[in-house]
């Protein structure tokens, strides 16, 4: 089964993590967030993924280049300027149809535990020209090659309804509850396998490195991360490598970036940290003093956000040569035992 997923140019939903990202290399717990869905349909049956840029994104095409490491090829088709996006992708879908086999398309990145098999499956039990789920502009949907003849083909369009959960991701609210589901666990293939070593507490840390500490699971803690006795973490939460929380530092339901030190006094409540920067879901950032690290007096967005990611390309768990995702390695195990 071939794969088309568009990936939009417009970012100012996303601000500010698109400030020194592409929409869909926002990070997403330690992997852009294109990844795990990239991994997820290569190992359910997708042999070949297209992805269209409305322009080319650099950092895109540098990570995925052509797919090798996650066992599927993938290639990059830029959109003509002035030239509208639905007639190129209508024309990107026509150039992928063959045969009669239908073609999976995804109008933005985003998330799915769906199999790209099973929805092929479906959609053909159904005898659907067009079947679909998720509001227009950020659809995924199957298509088969001969609705291309007629006109408008989301006019015939089949609700997939529940037998698909897709979560698109093109706002900043969205982002923050995929990363908070998945890190409950209801959003398969995003998270690392870390091992579970206490009730409700996955690390890749040793436990005299944060067993002192008062923790309230779902948490997950990165490699040489420390979590000082008198610290508190409350989940759903994730704490990146090489992290370090002072006793006195409250945290309640926050992703910590790699390689930040957080001192007391210090609490946050639903936040993104970045060294000493935080992001909150509605696109506040919070300048964290540089010395003693608690919330300053002033609160700013637009002068610190683009400091905020370009600390977190520096320090985020992108690993910008070896898949994050467990299905990820998985496939590159693979394909690196058939060659």
Not at 106 to 112: F, I, K, S
């Amino acid at each position: 089964m071939r794969a088309l997923i568009r990936l939009s140019a417009s970012a100012d939903a996303l601000a500010p993590l698109t400030f020194t990202a592409s929409a869909s290399m926002v990070p997403l717990l330690g992997a852009p967030l294109l990844e795990p869905l990239i991994a997820q349909l290569a190992h359910t049956g997708a042999s070949e993924i297209t992805l269209l840029h409305e322009r080319l994104e650099h950092d895109v095409a540098d990570y995925f280049r052509d797919g090798r490491r996650f066992g599927v090829l993938i290639t990059h088709a830029a959109a003509q300027p002035g030239v509208d996006p639905e007639i190129q992708v209508l024309a990107a879908l026509r150039r992928l149809g063959r045969g009669d086999e239908p073609i999976l398309y995804l109008e933005t990145a985003g998330w799915t535990d769906a199999r790209a098999d099973e929805l092929a499956a479906f959609h053909r039990q159904r005898g659907a020209q067009v079947s679909a789920t998720g509001p227009a502009g950020r659809r995924l949907a199957v298509i088969s090659p001969e609705a291309f003849e007629a006109g408008d083909i989301w006019s015939r369009a089949v609700d997939f309804g529940r037998t698909v959960r897709w979560s698109p991701v093109s706002r900043l609210a969205e982002w923050w509850d995929l990363t908070m589901t998945a890190l409950r666990g209801q959003a398969p293939g995003i998270l690392p396998t870390f091992p579970e070593i206490a009730p409700g507490v996955y690390s890749a840390a040793p436990a005299e490195m944060w067993r002192h500490a008062r923790i309230e699971g779902p948490v997950w803690i990165g490699p040489g991360s420390c979590l000082a006795p008198g610290s508190i973490v409350r989940g759903p939460a994730w704490i990146g490598s090489g992290c370090v929380v002072e006793s006195g530092v409250r945290l309640d339901r926050c992703v910590v970036e790699n390689h930040t030190r957080l001192r007391e006094p210090l609490s946050l409540s639903e936040r993104y940290v970045v060294r000493n920067r935080s992001l909150a879901p509605d696109g506040s950032t919070l300048v964290l003093d540089d010395i003693i690290s608690h919330p300053s007096d002033r609160e700013e967005r637009d002068s610190t956000a683009g400091d905020l990611l370009r600390l977190a390309s520096r320090v985020s768990g992108f690993s910008w040569g070896a898949p994050r995702t467990a299905a990820a390695r998985a496939i590159a195990h693979k394909a690196a035992t058939r060659a």
